[in-house]
């Protein structure tokens, strides 16, 4: 079983940052890929950012040289660090870890908005 708590959301301004948290509570955290997600209203769920348990990360077109995805795996943390932000970049923002010795999981979401 793994638990994933989301942090960080809020209102933001265009062209402002933030960055969010998801807290993971599994032995095995360094092992397991983490991803961001989002779920803007009316929209599918899309990938945001991938970080494998190397390290290597991949990130969705849309936000490619805006946000970073990185990892602490001695807290088991992961973070998503969001710059330049854009109204379009308004959703729900959801934690996923995947494994394939455990499975996948979601967080419960944190929202962010971005307007004036």
């Known amino acids: 079983q793994v638990q994933l708590v989301e942090s960080g959301g809020g209102l933001v301004q265009p062209g402002g940052s933030l960055r969010l948290s998801c807290a993971a509570s599994?032995?095995?955290?360094?092992?397991?890929?983490m991803a961001w997600y989002r779920q803007a209203p009316g929209k599918q769920r899309e990938l945001v950012a991938t970080?494998?348990?190397?390290?290597?990360?991949n990130y969705g077109d849309s936000v490619k040289g805006r946000f970073t995805i990185s990892r602490d795996n001695a807290k088991n943390l992961v973070y998503l660090q969001m710059d330049s932000l854009k109204p379009e970049d308004t959703a729900d923002y959801y934690c996923?870890?995947?494994?394939?010795?455990?499975?996948?999981?979601w967080g419960q979401g944190t929202q962010v908005t971005v307007s004036s």
């Open positions: 599994v032995r095995i955290f360094r092992f397991i890929t």
């Open positions: 970080i494998r348990s190397d390290g290597s990360t």
């Open positions: 996923n870890a995947n494994s394939p010795l455990l499975g996948t999981y």
